[in-house]
C-alpha cells in the first residue's frame, strides 16, 4: 500500500499523522506542500476525493486568511483556491491519500481508518488523548 501525507513539518497534528502512518508500518510519500506549493488541478482532485470544498479546506487560524479577507462568506471558492496557490499554508493538514481514500486528517485519528493495520501501542494524539492502547486497540 502506498501513502502519501502532504505535510507541513511545523504543525504538531501533521507530524503526530505522520507518526502514526510510519508506526503502522508504513513508508508513506511525504509531501512537504509549504516547499512544493500546489497546483490547481493537484487541489481540485485532492478536495473533490476528501469531499472538500476550498472554503471547508482552508486554514483559518495560524495562516494568513484573515489577513487576506477570505473568511467573508461572500468570498467564493475561485478566490480562495487562487489564494491558496499563492499561500500554501492556506490549505488545511495534513492531507493523507491511501488506497482506503483521501482525507483531512484533523483530528489525527482520522488517519486510522486510512491503514491497513494500526500501530501497536500506546500512541495519543499531540494533547495526549489516547489512540491506541499498550494492547494495540484504538480508543477513539
Known amino acids: 500500500m502506498t501513502v502519501v501525507i502532504h505535510h507541513n513539518p511545523d504543525c504538531g497534528t501533521s507530524r503526530n499523522v505522520l507518526a502514526i502512518i510510519e508506526a503502522s508500518g508504513e513508508t508513506p510519500v511525504v509531501i512537504d506542500y509549504l516547499q512544493t506549493g500546489w497546483t490547481r488541478p493537484q487541489l481540485l482532485a485532492l478536495f473533490a476525493a476528501a469531499g472538500l470544498t476550498p472554503r471547508t479546506a482552508l486554514r483559518e487560524s495560524k495562516s494568513p486568511a484573515q489577513e487576506l479577507g477570505l473568511l467573508d462568506p461572500s468570498v467564493s471558492d475561485e478566490a480562495l483556491l487562487a489564494a491558496m496557490l499563492d499561500h500554501p499554508v492556506l490549505v488545511n493538514r495534513p ?15 482520522t488517519v486510522l481508518d ?7 501501542g500506546p500512541m495519543a494524539k499531540e494533547d495526549g488523548t489516547p489512540l491506541i492502547d499498550s494492547k494495540g486497540n484504538r480508543v477513539v
Open 95 to 109: 492531507i493523507v491519500c491511501s488506497p482506503k481514500g483521501v482525507r483531512l486528517c484533523r483530528p489525527s485519528e
Open 114 to 120: 486510512l491503514l491497513d493495520r494500526l500501530p501497536s
